[in-house]
Structure formats: structure tokens, C-alpha cells
């Protein structure tokens, strides 16, 4: 039944729903611009209704940005709007920055697709389920077939709950290894490459690409993806002194609910994520690779550009073009959609509902955040919101999504 609901969950986050015949932003050609009044309306109405507090939604097209706006509040109780470079709270659109590091490393020859999680950190092998010995690999990592979890996809006396490990967004005194140490005296739950699980793989990728560069994650991401796109405003950590993100909120009638700063707990369906917001301000809490990033839509935006161009400067493109390939089954995530290699990929736009191109590109995060990729169409569009879950699977995603394929180019 969790699994079930998990899927229905991930379709919403990854934009199921009934395709529209005008592919509008992707197909603007000769100079020709869409009109996007749409697009204004489903992010002001997602703000009237009182879905979102705030939200920025920036798009382009074939490098060119058509589309940046922000609306509602960073800040609801002050008042303070919502601006275009105002700095959001990750959650796992972290993922697709890890994702992109260790394309880098891979890049170098430090790490290659194939190699064992072991051969770069030692210590992380978690015994299988009958307490034989697994090999996990790299793509393992990147695809979720690794066998891991997440705590919150468990009871609350889970076995990862029960050993102590984080999900990575909560403020915990552990190192990275640490957390990695934990999880790895936890039995996998399959052999790695059986099946599809959305877990903390990306955590313990964070792991190998720290231990392959020699420097901590947040250095590492910093050097290798970060400076080469000219990233500024992108991090694990900020200081309150000088950079206040954006409140974050959780989804509740009459409307959204300001989040405690050390710790909330948000139902989703049958599960429970527990946050706290604070950890954006403690840079000694561990780098979560899968959900411990800050950033601004732009440098979001800069990102999928680099992903969209094969890597961009960041990575080879032999690289990027394998890790834009299905991995998994068609239909390991949700039916239409298997998981690439650090995101998940569009298989059957028919199966699947949407506009989006086959090959499409995408993910999103729990504190209200979806991005995609869509090569076909040459088009990037990230959406930042303050709003838990509203911002990553709610209507507003859907709305967004449609009105840019559906919007009328104008001559």
C-alpha cells in the first residue's frame, strides 16, 4: 500500500497529467515569442487560493530565458515579497547537483559508472537481506537501484530510524560519514540493480564524490559544478547575517502554516518527513548530497542549461548523454517514466500523460520545488516555492507545466 501511494505521489511530483496537442514554449521558432499570460495566471491564482505563499518559475528556451517571475512572499508575517534572486531551500533538487559532481569526476577518470561504492569508501557495505555480501556501483547510486531507503518511507521504528540515520533534513550532530557508517549497518532491501527505490543513494554519492575529490561535498559541488557555471548564490549553508531564505511553509487549511525552525513534522499520506529549516544556518550539520542545498532559481536554471548541453562546462559530454539514458525499466518509477542516471526520464509521453517530449528530464523537492529538462523542445524550467507540498506536487506544478506547452506563439 506504501509503495502504491509513493507512485501516486512521484507522478504528481513529476507532472502526470493530460497531454496538450500545442507543445507552445518548446515550439516558438523564427523569432516568434509565446504569450505567457497563462503561465502569470496559474502562479497568481496558485497564490489568491492560497495553495502557495510564494514562488519563482523561471524558463528557457534554447539558452535564452522567456520566462522569470516571482510572486507572493518570501515571508508572509513581515510581508516581505518574493524576488527573482531570492534563496530557496532545496530539498532534493539538491540531487541533480550531486548528480552532476560526480559527472565531473567521472569526467577526470576519478570515478567511472561501473566501479564499486567500496572501492571508494570502504567501509559502506551494507550486508543483503539474507546477510550476503552486495556490490554496489556508482550507476547503482545515480539510479536509485542501490537496495537503500529513506527513514521516511519506513515505520517509526524502522530500521533506519532505529539505527539513527538521517534523512538529511533534519539537524542531527553527525558527520557525513557518520551517517553513511549507520545506514551502511543496515541490510539492503534488495540486490543492488534488482529494482527501483527512491532512497539515500544520492547521500552516499555525495560520500564517494567527497572521498574521490579529497575535500568535503560542499567543497567539492562548489569546485566542480559550481564555480565553472559562475554560481553564486548556491550552497549548503548561509549565514543568517547575511542571506534569509525564503520562510518555508507546509500546506494546511485555511492556509499554509509557517514551519517551526528546529523541527516540524509534515505528513505525506501514510508518511511523515521530518524537518528543520534551521539546519540551512548551522554549516556544521553534515552535507545531505540528496536534500541539503540552497539556491536561487537562476543558478537552478544555469544548472539544467549545463545538463540540457550535455554538461556544459561542468562535464564531458559522452558523460552527460550516458546519465541522460534510462537505466531502469520504462515504467520502474511511475508508468511512462524510468530513472536516468541522477533524475528521472520520460519514456512514453503517451503513457505518461504529458506534453513533455520523450526524454524529458526531471525532479523536484519536499520543501516545494520541481525542475525540468526537456531536450526535444530545448527547454529548461525550474519552479521555486516556499510551499510544502504544494510547490513540488500540487496543482500549481501541473498548471504551470500546461500553460507553457499551451501557450499561443505569437507571430
Not at 530500521?159 to 538529511?168: I, W
Not at 518509477?333 to 506534453?355: C, Y
Request: net charge neutral; glycine share 8%.
Amino acid at each position: 500500500m506504501k509503495n502504491k501511494l509513493f507512485a501516486v505521489l512521484l507522478a504528481l511530483l513529476l507532472f502526470c497529467a493530460p497531454a496538450f496537442p500545442m507543445p507552445g514554449v518548446g515550439a516558438a521558432e523564427n523569432g516568434a515569442s509565446p504569450d505567457l499570460t497563462k503561465v502569470d495566471a496559474a502562479l497568481d491564482r496558485a497564490v489568491k487560493e492560497r495553495r502557495l505563499v510564494g514562488a519563482v518559475l523561471m524558463a528557457a528556451r534554447d539558452g535564452k530565458i522567456v520566462y522569470a517571475k516571482a510572486v507572493g512572499f518570501a515571508d508572509r508575517e513581515s510581508e516581505t515579497p518574493m524576488r527573482l534572486d531570492t534563496v530557496f531551500r532545496l530539498a532534493s533538487t539538491s540531487k541533480a547537483f550531486t548528480a552532476m559532481a560526480a559527472a565531473a569526476l567521472i569526467s577526470r577518470g576519478k570515478l567511472a559508472l561501473d566501479d564499486p561504492v567500496s572501492k571508494v569508501l570502504p567501509y559502506f557495505t551494507p550486508p543483503l537481506p539474507d546477510g550476503g555480501k552486495a556490490e554496489i556501483r556508482i550507476a547503482h547510486l545515480l539510479s536509485h537501484t542501490a537496495g537503500l531507503d529513506y527513514g521516511f518511507l519506513q515505520a517509526a521504528n524502522g530500521p533506519y530510524r532505529s539505527a539513527g540515520v538521517s534523512d538529511g533534513l533534519d539537524l542531527v550532530p553527525l558527520t557525513l560519514e557518520e551517517n553513511l557508517k549507520r545506514l551502511a549497518s543496515v541490510p539492503l532491501l534488495f540486490t543492488p540493480g534488482a529494482q527501483w527505490r527512491y532512497s539515500l543513494a544520492t547521500d552516499v554519492l555525495g560520500g564517494v564524490v567527497a572521498a574521490a575529490y579529497g575535500a568535503p561535498l560542499d567543497v567539492a559541488v562548489r569546485e566542480l559544478v559550481c564555480e565553472p557555471l559562475g554560481l553564486t548564490s548556491t550552497a549548503f549553508s548561509v549565514s543568517r547575517d547575511t542571506v534569509m531564505p525564503a520562510t518555508p511553509y507546509f500546506n494546511a487549511s485555511p492556509e499554509p502554516l509557517p514551519m517551526r525552525p528546529l523541527e516540524q513534522d509534515v505528513p505525506m499520506g501514510m508518511f511523515t518527513l521530518r524537518f528543520s529549516p534551521d539546519r540551512a544556518f548551522h554549516p556544521e550539520a553534515f552535507p545531505s548530497g540528496g536534500a541539503g542545498m540552497l539556491s536561487t532559481a537562476a543558478d537552478v536554471l544555469r544548472l539544467l542549461e549545463a545538463i540540457r548541453n550535455d554538461g556544459g562546462p561542468v562535464a564531458a559530454p559522452e558523460v552527460l548523454r550516458e546519465m541522460k539514458k534510462p537505466f531502469t525499466a520504462p515504467d520502474a518509477v511511475v508508468p511512462g517514466t524510468a530513472h536516468a542516471l541522477g533524475w528521472s526520464v520520460i519514456t512514453d509521453r503517451a503513457k505518461f500523460f504529458t506534453p513533455q517530449a520523450n526524454g524529458t528530464l526531471g525532479w523536484g523537492g519536499v520543501y516545494g520545488s520541481m525542475w525540468f529538462v526537456d531536450p526535444q523542445n530545448k527547454l529548461s524550467v525550474v519552479l521555486l516555492t516556499n510551499t510544502t507540498f504544494e510547490g513540488m506536487s500540487g496543482r500549481v506544478t501541473l498548471d504551470v507545466r500546461n500553460a507553457l506547452y499551451d501557450a499561443p506563439v505569437k507571430p
